[in-house]
Nanobody, 121 residues
C-alpha cells in the first residue's frame, strides 16, 4: 500500500487549498480505519493537524475552525484536507497517514509522501 498527498502549492494569506490523500496497492477489499494529516516546517517537529476515525474528527489547536478533514471514497482518494484562511505559519510540508486494513496484512499504518504548502504575504 502506498499513500500520496497532493494538492499543495503557493497561496497568499487568507487563501484556500484542498489537499488530497490517495492510496494505491490496496486491492479490492480494504478498510480505512483512521486518517490523519501532519505537517512539518523546516526546523520543527512533525505536527498533527487533523484526524478522522469513524466519522469523528479532531484538529490541532492552531488550525481549528480553519481546516476541515473529510473521508473520501472516490476511487483511491481516502481523505481531503480543506484549508481556509491560510496563514504564513501554515507553511510546511503536509503528510497524510492512514491505518488501512487489508486481508493480506491486517491493519497497518502507512505514511504518504508529503506535499509542500507555501503561504505568502
Amino acid at each position: 500500500v502506498q499513500l500520496q498527498a497532493s494538492g499543495g502549492g503557493l497561496v497568499q494569506t487568507g487563501g484556500s487549498l484542498t489537499l488530497s490523500c490517495t492510496a494505491s496497492g490496496t486491492g479490492t477489499f480494504f478498510r480505512i480505519n483512521t486518517v490523519s494529516w501532519y505537517r512539518q516546517a523546516p526546523g520543527d517537529q512533525r505536527e498533527l493537524v487533523a484526524g478522522i476515525s469513524g466519522g469523528r474528527t479532531s484538529y490541532g489547536t492552531s488550525v481549528k475552525g480553519r481546516f476541515s478533514i473529510f473521508e473520501d471514497s472516490d476511487e483511491n482518494t481516502v481523505s481531503l484536507l480543506q484549508m481556509n484562511s491560510l496563514k504564513l505559519e501554515d507553511t510546511a510540508v503536509y503528510y497524510c497517514h492512514a491505518n488501512i486494513w487489508t486481508p493480506a496484512m491486517g491493519s497497518v499504518g502507512h505514511w504518504g509522501q508529503g506535499t509542500q504548502v507555501t503561504v505568502s504575504s
